[in-house]
Structures are given as C-alpha cells and as structure tokens.
C-alpha cells in the first residue's frame, strides 16, 4: 500500500531533549516535506526536500533540522525543543514538487512540557 | 505573498443536501491547487488536485473547479452524508520555489 508514515504518533517530551520524528514514503517521490498545524495559523511548512542531500527552509525553519540521506526517509530533528514548538507535525510527498499531488503522514501530536 | 482564505469557516447542513465550499487565492501564478479533507486529529487525505491549464476535476460526488483569473476555486459535494464530516482544506502551489499555501479550512457538519 502507498503509504507516508511517521513515528512516533505521539510524543510527551521536556524541554531542552532531543528528539527525532521520522518519516519515510514508499512512493519512490522526489519531494518531500514537514509540516506544523497550529489552531488558527493553520499549516506551515518546516523544511522541504526536493531530493537525496537537497533541503531547503519552508516558512517556519527555526528551532528544526532535517537530513535527506536516502530518498524514501526525511526524520524531522528538534535539537533542544521549547514549549512553543508544541503541535501536530506532518511529513508529506509527492513525486516533481511542482506539479505533483501531495500525500500526507498520520501525523505526530507532540508536547514539549 | 500568496494568501488562501477559505468561507465559510463552518458550516452545518442537514443530510442529503448539495453543498458549495468556497477557496480564494490572491496570486494567479499557480502550479496546481489541491483539495484536501481532515478529520480530527488525523491527516490530509489528497481529495482532488487540479492542474492550472485545468478547469475541474471529479471523483465521485466530489466536483472541484478551478477559475485561475478570478483566484477562485470551488469544491461542490452532493448528496451530502454524515461520513462527509469533516475540515476541507484547500491549498495552492505558487510559482516559483516555494511551499503549497494551505487556507485555514472550512469545518463541515452534515446532520443525519
């Protein structure tokens, strides 16, 4: 089955821990990308990946990392993370950026207490 | 800056009926615009993407139209069911090398 998955689903965490959210695809896309959901600011994107070893920020970069060393996985990384980065994270998909339909992870509702 | 601004923000309508949920977008330099569906606390599920040379796309009782000059598009749902509950969100890929800009959603209630 096509899928984008990511782990863990939910994450407690305290802050200043690091911690990694992964996700990989098995779709073979090129694109890949992190989201954070946030009530009334609605979706924002993190990072972006246009292939293995490219990244670029999104709209929302600080506080995060990512890495792109093999095409089917984009872990999200919170070096020291802060109650502020509290929220629902999606990984998604899809093949050519520019003109492909987008898939979406489960979602990781994590808490930085 | 391209924004999305998606009205209503909810709505609740009973079972059975035609519904029209509404997407503006302020730039018409798009690659796409896609309609996604959320339930609570779960993901995005892709609905219908449409490509700018298009006009629309359907999928079952789904029909999205795209009107790239009036930065409009509309997601029309028929027959309506209580399954249909749900936010639908619409996004749009601006030109260039930037990110899919996503609307705040409209909160869609349908009573049995």
């Known amino acids: 089955e096509a899928q984008v998955t990511q782990n863990p689903r939910y994450l407690i965490t305290v802050t200043g821990k690091k911690l990694t959210v992964t996700c990989s695809q098995n779709m073979n896309h090129e694109y890949m990308s992190w989201y954070r959901q946030d009530p009334g600011l609605g979706l924002r994107q993190i990072y972006y990946s246009m292939n293995v070893e490219v990244t670029d920020k999104g709209d929302v970069p600080e506080g995060y990392k990512v890495s792109r060393k093999e095409k089917r996985n984009f872990p999200l990384i919170l070096e020291s993370p802060s109650p502020n980065q509290t929220s629902l994270y999606f990984c998604?998909?899809?093949?050519?950026?520019?003109?492909?339909?987008?898939?979406f992870g489960p979602g990781t509702r994590l808490t930085v207490t | 800056k391209q924004e999305v601004t998606q009205i209503p923000a909810a709505l609740s309508v009973p079972e059975g009926e035609n519904l029209v949920l509404n997407c503006s977008f302020t730039d018409s330099a798009i690659y796409n615009l896609q309609w996604f569906r959320q339930d609570p606390g779960k993901g995005l599920t892709s609905l219908l993407l449409i490509q700018s040379s298009q006009r629309e796309q359907t999928s079952g009782r789904l029909n999205a139209s795209l009107d790239k000059s009036s930065g409009r598009s509309t997601l029309y749902i028929a027959a309506s069911q209580p399954g249909d509950s749900a936010t639908y969100l619409c996004?749009?890929?601006?030109?260039?090398?930037?990110?899919?800009?996503f609307g705040k959603g409209t909160r869609l209630s349908v009573i049995a």
């Open positions: 998604a998909s899809s093949f050519e950026g520019r003109w492909g339909e987008q898939y």
């Open positions: 996004a749009v890929r601006p030109w260039g090398n930037t990110p899919l800009v």
